[in-house]
């Protein structure tokens, strides 16, 4: 499986995905014309002669201007981040939810947890736990750590959360249509191999997800 | 003196204004705590500058005509070559590892810096 | 050198050479003995010390990078096993920003506030060299982890619990850390209290706050955070600690403590901490850049409100560090985050200002302050994109991280360091550092730095965690590892020109002279090196460059006004030498007369 640069996953990291492009962009197109101005101020003003340049000490307006316009575009990237957070932090409901996933993490892996405790996926050294997940359905994640911050990455929903001892974190995300193995990994260092703890995340059609959710049942539990 | 009063002061309403800020907007109260207590901090050193102003008033280094000849005279002790302060870094680092390492070492450390700091009073003017 | 036309006698420029007298003529104030340099209380002194000591951490963090990037390479564990890579990375972090970054703006403190404010030591002597063992000692006992069985801390720099609760890292060489943190941050704490005790108390007269110059502001404001962050720092690791020796449960969360506690201490001295790091190095280019562009700094008032904005906001930005965990009030941070970028932007700003319609020489300092200026912006730019939780959410944790805090830190500690480095060796020395081979270490080091930390950040993007070992050939990591590796050799190879260059240049004769640079602030008004306590002649004081006013005395349309009036209401007797403060270092001597001369016969009553 190919874990690099999965595409976006969830409705949220698609919004994540438009903020980034718009912002990679603008911090582009500012760094080109600062580090543009500083090269050029470089080879237009270059020692010609001995003579002392003017000694401008100050020009209010200009420097006014330059504290105004990097305000307005740093107020526009929070309006841009307040929208967008509203989005993605949110717990969806209940009667929203088409799926509850209990993750538990712990020194060095992960384990799974399906609806009822029917199906559990536990990680070992030798194979790491996939996380199977249905295509266009609303998710919940109930976080929990068992000893040390760990933290559930998965580059695909353009989404980390942090998990501590002792509490439960929990939050959703709207799977989208498309199907494939990603990656995910544990984010927060958390000790000896911490660089092991990978997953495996699984989008497939709602249905196979249904009947894989049935054939685990009945191999856990018949 | 008149800036640097000012300056504290400014540290002190900022801290007052962002910890009541951030206590409004949900904040957790480490945090919240942490900023108020900061309003302390500046609160103590602009009480300190503000007398110290309201008593001696400006200095040469306030005015802006001022100069060297405006201050010749003793100005101060500058204690040059000390023992006391490697002896006393010693018996600090000894305490704080004591604590780690064993009794011993912290007993060793909190005698040493016992001494110094007699040592030091003694060297200072009376 | 750059000439300047000297047309008639009456028109020339001064030099300070002038006044002070030729190179050699007065003996360096430092220590010449060991017992000397041990007992030593000069500023100066001290401040050498700082640098060398801190020099060498820089030395030893930067070879635990050369391990960090020789074992990610390629993928597999080919170098170290995971136990020793983690206290490696740990280490790393610790020594760079604990022992190195910081240490070597107290060192810029330590040798230059005196000088640029025209004092004759810091307000403290004792209490400075207090502060300096304090260093050694403290980070000694870090590295003294590699050697105990458990091996150095290995829990990364901020050492969250409960990964570093008595469980989680049961080691001597976890103890050891905190420790060691709990003596530099002592030492920093009394440091900043030395520093704003002099700014504030032993300024030379005509010296106003905003005659001084920036370098100074930035140090004193430093020294604000430091005095905020340090105790909290200090007060967390006792908590640890006590956790781990003594039972007690701040942050076991099986026993009702809290480890989201730990971090909101530890980044509430983090963040201003990274800003602790940055502003004396922001100082550093503020000096240096209108030395070479022939200009006054641009915006003077401007860069000192930015710079309070700066330190203000600082303390109030901390859980961005923490946005990932869910637990925090996003928009507050969020806003401050983005915020802290505006005054940034504005001293980006003043610097391209003083440089617009200049005339600019390329000498060493200049190199690397254009360096730090185009580092230190790319680096900004990706802090804007982190300050956005929407996207914090993805690459917090990644080497996107890595990336941006090396931008920062490199446009700081790397180019601005050599910037500081190159600028201030002849005052501290005598001696002029070679110019060629400085420029190669310019640009070898240009080249290595962006090798080495531009491509992480596309390994962030694309999913790899920070504090990684190892990575697998399926991850598709290793292409950009692979290059960040060759560009640490650059890197690595980059600082030869620099040692070869401070051999050479300790080997000639210290003929630099007071003020080779033609600057403009006080340092450069006396000898090279300075005398003991600093000054046995002050100029005028009219403006923030005093020295470029001393040298343009003549003409009154460029040196500030009342520079002539003050130089010329001297009497004639002592316009070449007025001995200024006599100071006493004996508590037994009686103190000396008033050092006037006297008006009829000219002579002094010293």
Request: hydrophobic share 50%.
């Given at each position: 499986m190919n874990l690099t640069v999965a595409p976006p996953l969830?409705?949220?990291a698609?919004?994540?995905e438009?903020?980034w ?133 998965i580059p695909g929903f353009r ?19 498309e199907?494939g193995?990603y990656a ?39 | ?126 | ?393 993805h690459?917090?944790?990644s080497y996107f ?56 950040h596309f390994l962030g993007r694309d999913g790899m ?10 991850d598709g990591f290793?292409r950009w ?126």
């Amino acid at each position: 499986m190919n874990l690099t640069v999965a595409p976006p996953l969830t409705d949220q990291a698609d919004d994540i995905e438009r903020v980034w492009n718009a912002v990679l962009v603008a911090a582009i197109v500012v760094g080109v014309l600062v580090v543009g101005l500083v090269c050029y101020i470089v080879m237009r003003y270059r020692r010609r002669s001995s003579t002392l340049p003017r000694q401008l000490r100050e020009n209010i307006p200009v420097e006014i201007a330059y504290t105004i316009v990097p305000l307005l575009i740093v107020a526009a990237l929070f309006t841009v981040t307040f929208v967008s957070v509203r989005a993605i932090d949110d717990v969806a409901d209940a009667e929203d939810t088409d799926l509850v996933v209990d993750v538990t993490a712990f020194q060095w892996q992960w384990r799974f947890e399906y609806p009822d405790g029917a199906v559990t996926i536990t990680g070992t050294d030798d194979v790491i736990p996939e996380l199977v997940l249905p295509a266009s359905s609303t998710v919940r994640f109930e976080l929990h750590a068992v000893d040390v911050i760990h933290s559930f990455w998965i580059p695909g929903f353009r989404f980390k959360r942090d998990m501590f001892p002792g509490r439960t974190g929990s939050f959703s995300v709207d799977v989208g249509e498309e199907i494939g193995t990603y990656a995910g990994l544990c984010a927060e260092f958390c000790g000896l191999d911490h660089h092991k703890m990978d997953f495996a995340v699984r989008v497939v059609p709602a249905d196979d997800f249904e009947r894989w959710l049935d054939e685990r049942r009945s191999e856990a539990g018949a | 003196m008149k800036l640097e009063t000012i300056l504290w002061i400014g540290v002190t309403a900022y801290f007052t204004l962002i910890g009541a800020l951030y206590w409004a907007v949900g904040g957790d109260p480490t945090g919240t705590s942490l900023l108020l207590m900061a309003t302390g901090l500046g609160g103590l050193v602009a009480g300190w500058s503000w007398d110290w102003r309201r008593r001696h008033g400006e200095r040469p280094e306030d005015r802006v005509d001022a100069d060297a000849s405006d201050e010749t005279g003793v100005v101060g002790v500058y204690p040059t070559a000390s023992l006391r302060p490697l002896a006393l870094a010693l018996g600090m680092t000894a305490t704080v590892l004591g604590v780690v390492l064993g009794s011993w070492m912290l007993i060793a450390g909190v005698a040493i810096i016992a001494s110094q700091l007699a040592l030091l009073v003694r060297d200072t003017d009376g | 050198m750059t000439t300047i036309e000297r047309p008639d006698e009456d028109q020339r420029l001064y030099s300070v050479d002038d006044f002070v007298g030729p190179p050699g003529t007065l003996p360096s104030g430092l220590p010449r003995t060991l017992v000397g340099w041990l007992t030593t209380t000069d500023h100066k002194a001290l401040g050498v010390l700082y640098a060398i000591t801190s020099l060498v951490f820089l030395a030893i963090g930067g070879a635990l990078a050369g391990i960090i990037r020789t074992e990610l390479a390629e993928p597999g564990l080919q170098v170290v096993d995971e136990a020793t890579y983690n206290s490696v990375f740990t280490i790393h972090g610790s020594v760079m920003v604990y022992l190195f970054a910081v240490p070597f703006g107290f060192a810029l403190a330590n040798y230059l506030i005196p000088l640029q404010i025209g004092a004759p030591d810091l307000a403290f002597p004792r209490l400075n060299a207090l502060s300096y063992w304090l260093y050694v000692f403290g980070g000694a006992i870090m590295l003294l982890g590699f050697v105990t069985d458990g091996g150095a801390a290995g829990f990364g720099w901020f050492a969250y619990p409960p990964l570093s609760g008595p469980i989680g890292s049961p080691g001597l060489g976890a103890d050891l850390w905190i420790v060691s943190i709990i003596l530099t941050g002592t030492s920093g704490t009394l440091t900043a209290v030395n520093v704003i005790s002099t700014i504030t108390m032993m300024r030379a007269p005509g010296m106003t706050m905003f005659r001084m110059p920036i370098l100074c502001w930035n140090l004193f404001l430093t020294s604000f955070m430091v005095l905020l962050a340090f105790p909290v720092l200090t007060g967390a690791l006792i908590m640890l600690e006590a956790d781990r020796r003594f039972g007690t449960d701040f942050f076991d969360p099986t026993q009702g403590g809290s480890p989201i506690l730990y971090q909101h201490l530890f980044w509430f001295f983090g963040h201003p901490e990274v800003y602790i790091v940055a502003l004396p190095f922001f100082g550093v280019v503020t000096e240096v850049i209108p030395v070479f562009s022939r200009r006054p700094i641009f915006g003077y008032k401007g860069l000192v409100l930015a710079t309070l904005t700066i330190a203000a906001l600082s303390t109030s930005v901390w859980a961005h560090h923490m946005f990932v965990t869910g637990q925090v009030v996003l928009p507050f941070f969020a806003a401050t985050s983005f915020l802290i970028a505006v005054p940034t932007g504005v001293k980006v700003f003043n610097w391209i200002g003083t440089m617009w319609g200049g005339s600019i020489s390329f000498e060493p300092p200049m190199l690397f302050a254009i360096g730090f200026l185009v580092t230190f912006i790319a680096g900004g730019l990706t802090g804007v994109m982190l300050a956005s939780p929407t996207l914090d959410f993805h690459l917090s944790d990644s080497y996107f991280v890595v990336a941006h805090l090396h931008y920062v830190m490199g446009g700081t500690v790397i180019f601005a360091l050599f910037a500081a480095i190159y600028f201030w060796w002849p005052k501290v020395t005598g001696r002029m550092l070679s110019k060629r081979l400085a420029t190669v270490h310019f640009w070898l080091m240009m080249v290595g730095f962006n090798l080495t930390f531009f491509v992480m950040h596309f390994l962030g993007r694309d999913g790899m965690a920070r504090r990684v070992a190892d990575y697998e050939p399926v991850d598709g990591f290793e292409r950009w590892n692979l290059v960040s590796s060759i560009g640490m050799v650059v890197l690595t190879v980059s600082f030869l020109p620099f040692v070869v260059n401070v051999v050479w240049s300790l080997r000639q004769p210290p003929t630099a002279g007071a003020d080779p640079w033609e600057a403009n602030s006080l340092e450069w008004a006396t000898s090279s090196p300075p005398p003991e306590h600093n000054f046995t002649w002050l100029p005028p004081i009219r403006s923030e460059r005093p020295v470029f006013d001393l040298r343009w005395m003549n003409h009154e349309d460029v040196s500030a006004t009342g520079t002539t009036e003050a130089w010329t209401a001297r009497s004639d007797h002592d316009s070449r030498w007025l001995p200024l403060h006599p100071f006493t270092d004996d508590h037994d001597v009686e103190p000396r007369a008033d050092s006037r001369p006297d008006a009829d016969t000219g002579a002094t009553t010293t």
